[in-house]
């Protein structure tokens, strides 16, 4: 029996979710397929971004400005960072316009509100995907062989999606009252990327501040990344479970407040 | 307990409207933190203009298996209910029990994507309507066939005709088989041979034991499928019973109130209605032969004189009326317009008018008709009224030989005869003959 009445607190109904795991894998399918319609370069793309960025970073950041990259080749270190960077800007992008572009399906069917955002973030990972293996191909060429702590890997993706999905459901939940939100995304973007340690490594900030940089999600993600594909000698520490923290509060926020919201979606959108 | 299917209680849905803009924006928001910190947003009190109740108080008990039609004027809250059973919105207050899985129909084709195939949408659709892909994979043949579009299940939908496009909608959505279905207006797109497939597969439905709740303003598929009719008015439930009762009282609703003199229709204050340059339009009565009122009725091919009072703003000589006559499943059955008058005056006119439209045999068959009004001025509808007035046409013995007519929508004179055998038409000579020679001028 299902009950219909006015939504009250804090019922998250995560259950639910996996009942609708198929609708769930086709809108990411319909995702990747349209967009792979439309555009000339396809497959391309998921290769053409990051490595281009890869280019311009290393000249001016790694060779001009001597950046330093805790003795790794700046290219292999600039790289390993925008991998999971590409996923979480990729994610802050589609997810947050995601609700308003669906709302003929949120105006007309019955389906967890959650699946949206949830779709936009998941049809990235097919780009990261896509990047992951030219990764392999820098490491042949810069003759590097990943170590033991590659086992870590599969916890820092978790935590890049995780991520990606908290951000995702606030900015989606929002831009559906505010709309003016998605605007400000590309700004968010760009200031986001230099607080990242992705042109520059976290060893850069004094000591004592490290921690409060690790307030930054994406700060213990990327620092994770390199940890676990190049093996860093001294890992991270404290930057990585401060972030990890924050990507834990704010998912657990961003679905209370998504799920808050969502009754009045349907009316807004 | 067990043979419910729905059962509502006190549901009721509000929502914002008026001068609000819609979209608040962040930054709007955010300076009013810092301005003005302590302001409390005015709450809406639901007796402020602010917010209207689009549904208030509905409660009612769908059975299993009953066919359910929800009539009511554009604007009643029926698709409002819909949404609120269909958990697309929440309701505001009140609350509904629903005892088994639900499939929505409230659009044909919810989210399709024009860039993808025929073949693709199916998936798509069918997952978004709540179907499992094992399911779609074993329907897949079926609805393909149903939608008769097998030449172009590989081209991107954006190169679908309209209707093409609809047919497949609608195959996919009809082979969802939910417990309960509900379906909005659905048979509003595509024309005769689509609308007819659909109410077939409705019935199939319905005969297999599933309860349906349907909406829609086609009266005749309405009386035809359902058993159970409920009828909402301003968002509050008016009727709740057989759907043949549940119709008389939505139709008897839509004509304006009775008034001691039945021929005599106020048109001050009609609903249902556009009046571009103003309320010109202001009374209509109905006379018969002799110019006696029609207070009861008129009988099947009586005289019919509808006397329009209206008002012409400025001087002019290109008005025209038109008064379209509906039966009580809303079809028109005639239009009569002052274009088809051959003898109009070309004298301006100005102020004050009455038109009259003289119907010599007004040859309907039995049965209650609505009448739409419109005024248009030089080629501009300037005032029209939905439902201006009533007839009804009562049974009577128009051919004369004490049978009175049924069925069909109107009547015409005719007259039946056997062929002698020795004519010359029985014979095969019809070649060079003019027709009505040889039957004499009788006919």
């Not at chain 1, 307030?215 to 001294?234: D, Q, Y």
């Not at chain 2, 798509?124 to 499992?132: D, K, R």
Request: glycine share 8%; net charge neutral; proline share 5%.
């Amino acid at each position: 029996m299902v009950v219909v009445e006015p939504r009250k607190g804090f019922d998250l109904r995560l259950k639910e979710l996996w009942n609708y795991r198929e609708l769930l894998f086709i809108l990411v399918w319909r995702d990747i397929k349209v967009r792979y319609k439309q555009t000339a370069l396809g497959a391309i793309w998921a290769i053409l971004q990051p490595v281009l960025a890869t280019v311009v970073f290393s000249i001016f950041f790694g060779r001009f400005a001597k950046v330093p990259s805790d003795g790794i080749p700046y290219p292999v270190f600039a790289y390993v960072g925008l991998l999971p960077w590409q996923l979480f800007a990729y994610a802050l992008n589609e997810s947050t316009n995601s609700l308003v572009s669906n709302q003929n399906l949120i105006t007309k069917v019955y389906f967890p509100r959650l699946v949206i955002p949830l779709s936009a973030v998941l049809a990235g990972l097919v780009d990261f995907a896509i990047a992951f293996v030219v990764l392999l191909g820098l490491f042949w060429r810069y003759g590097i062989v990943p170590s033991a702590s590659l086992v870590v890997l599969p916890v820092f993706i978790l935590l890049a999606v995780a991520s990606a999905l908290a951000i995702g459901l606030w900015l989606s939940a929002l831009n559906v009252q505010y709309r003016d939100v998605r605007y400000t995304i590309p700004f968010l973007t760009q200031l986001w990327l230099f607080a990242t340690p992705v042109v520059y490594p976290s060893s850069l900030v004094p000591e004592k501040w490290r921690a409060l940089y690790g307030l930054n999600p994406m700060a213990g993600v990327v620092e994770g990344f390199r940890w676990a594909l190049l093996g860093k000698a001294a890992n991270p520490g404290p930057l990585i479970w401060v972030s990890a923290g924050m990507v834990v509060l704010l998912l657990l926020g961003g679905v209370i407040y998504f799920r808050r919201m969502e009754s009045t979606f349907a009316d807004l959108v | 307990m067990s043979n419910i299917a729905i059962r509502a209680e006190g549901l009721s849905k509000r929502y914002k409207v008026g001068k609000q803009e819609k979209y608040r924006t962040l930054r709007d928001t955010l300076t009013q933190c810092v301005t003005n910190p302590f302001k409390r947003k005015p709450n809406g009190n639901s007796q402020g203009e602010d917010w209207i109740w689009a549904i208030k108080d509905l409660s009612f008990e769908i059975k299993h298996g009953d066919v359910v039609g929800i009539i009511g004027r554009n604007g009643a809250g029926k698709s409002t209910l819909l949404k609120v059973l269909s958990r697309i919105t929440d309701p505001t207050k009140g609350r509904a029990e629903i005892f088994g899985r639900v499939g929505s129909l409230l659009e044909v084709g919810t989210g399709f994507h024009p860039e993808l195939t025929g073949r693709e949408n199916i998936f798509l659709n069918g997952a978004i309507l709540g179907m499992q892909r094992v399911e779609i994979l074993a329907k897949f043949d079926e609805i393909v066939a149903f939608s008769e579009i097998e030449r172009f299940l590989d081209t991107p939908v954006k190169h679908y005709s309209t209707g093409m496009y609809v047919r497949l909608a609608f195959a996919i959505a009809a082979h969802l088989e939910p417990e309960i279905l509900i379906v909005d207006e659905v048979l509003a797109v595509g024309d005769l041979a689509f609308q007819k497939k659909c109410i077939g597969k409705m019935n199939d439905v319905s005969r297999a034991g599933r309860t349906v709740l349907f909406v829609s303003h086609n009266m005749a598929a309405i009386e035809n499928l359902c058993r159970h009719g409920i009828v909402l008015a301003g968002g509050k439930l008016v009727f709740d019973g057989q759907i043949k009762d549940a119709s008389a009282y939505y139709f008897n609703s839509l004509a304006p109130a009775s008034n001691p003199d039945g021929h005599v229709f106020d048109l001050s204050n009609a609903r249902d209605r556009i009046s571009r340059v103003g309320k010109l339009l202001k009374k209509v009565e109905l006379l018969t032969e002799h110019n006696r009122p029609v207070n009861e009725g008129v009988r099947i091919g009586d005289r019919l004189k509808v006397r329009i009072h209206f008002d012409l703003p400025s001087p002019t000589t290109r008005f025209n009326i038109g008064l379209g006559f509906n039966n009580a499943f809303g079809q028109r059955i005639f239009t009569a317009h002052s274009l088809f008058e051959a003898e109009r005056s070309d004298e301006e006119q100005v102020g004050a008018q009455i038109f009259v439209c003289d119907i010599p045999s007004f040859t309907l068959t039995q049965g209650t008709y609505t009448a739409r009004l419109w005024l248009d001025i030089a080629n501009t509808e300037a005032d029209l009224i939905e439902d201006a007035m009533r007839v009804d046409v009562i049974e009577s013995d128009f051919y004369g030989t004490g049978k009175v007519p049924w069925n069909g929508s109107f009547v015409l004179p005719h007259r039946w005869y056997l062929e002698p055998e020795d004519s010359a038409v029985h014979q095969g000579q019809l070649v060079g003959a003019v027709p009505g020679e040889l039957y004499g001028s009788d006919l």
